[in-house]
């Protein structure tokens, strides 16, 4: 009796196809596509920063504002967000600049939304090779037989959020010393997501020495 039995894939296409896969679902993850460090700074790092996220949900700058200075806080660094003098709206530059004079601070961080859109692209169809197990009547036992499985190919869409973060010290009348891009691709919910974008920026500042490295 002739065997249905056929080949089966290779271990290193199937991990392949798993990772390749897995690469193209969106998981929330944060990256820094671009940063720039004024490369003439080289006063020591900042210890009490002001921290200003410009939300017009007062509830969603609170939760970012409060990610940041966590952070940047579990480093060593004194930091204060803002809404703690401006409880309901974002304050405007001469209203920082005052505060930020009045309470002694070095460094100044400042992050808002810079773009947000819809990506959409197609996840190609493949074909996979799967035991199934099957009665032979005529012989009274069992067997495993291997068919060939199609799975077609999809559209898939991700919301990629871009926020910009910079820092400035109050030296010198006051100067841009570092800014940044970091996207995150499908943000899960609000908490997760300050946090990892807080957490990614704070790591590079510290990195940078312009802030304590803990």
Known sequence: MKSRARRRPRMGT????ALSLAASSGCGSSQLLNAWRDPNYSAPPMHNV??????????RRRLWETAFVDQLKKK????????VYFADDI????????????????????????DKEERSHYVPGYTSTVPVTVFQPYWGVYSTVYETVHHPGYVETETAVQIQTDVWTTGSGGKLVWSAVSETVDPSNATSFSREVSDLV?????????????
């Open 91 to 114: 304050p405007d530059t001469q209203a920082v600049r005052d505060k930020v004079r009045e309470g002694g601070y070095d460094g100044v961080l400042v992050c808002h939304e810079a």
């Open 76 to 83: 060593g660094a004194q930091a204060t967000p803002s809404y």
């Open 202 to 214: 704070v790591d590079e500042l510290a990195k940078m020495r312009l802030i304590p490295k803990g």
């Open 50 to 59: 002001f921290v200003l996220v410009a939300r017009r949900d007062p509830a």
């Open 14 to 17: 199937a991990i392949a196809l």
